[in-house]
């Protein structure tokens, strides 16, 4: 199982992505024969952090998906999910909540 790191804020969202992008490559090509095309993403040990969190995670989950592979992301922090929500995104990341209604 892949974590995020402790902080991930603008300012070092770039470097932590090049490290979780090498990560997540590494893991599906290792797991890429393997029953189940899913890849778990701990959010655990994440307490700081701003809107740059959910562009690396779109990004990990536009990754996974150009070949079929779906991101799970565990133990995430409460404000992120509600970061998730403001954004109308939470559905990406937690696929039990519904997606919001599309605008008339």
């Not at 990560?23 to 890849?39: C, H, K």
């Not at 779906?70 to 109308?88: G, N, S």
Request: aromatic share 6%.
């Amino acid at each position: 199982m892949l974590k995020l790191p402790p902080r991930l804020r603008l300012d070092n969202a770039p470097e932590e992505w090049a490290r979780l992008e090498g990560a997540l490559r590494a893991e599906l090509a290792q797991v890429g024969n393997a029953a189940g095309r899913g890849i778990t993403l701990d959010a655990s040990g994440l307490n700081d952090f701003d809107s740059a969190a959910l562009s690396l995670l779109l990004s990990a989950l536009r990754l996974c998906g150009q070949d079929g592979w779906q991101l799970t992301l565990q133990q995430a922090p409460r404000e992120l999910r509600e970061l998730a929500r403001v954004y109308a995104l939470e559905h990406l990341f937690w696929p039990d909540v519904a997606a919001p209604a599309e605008m008339a």
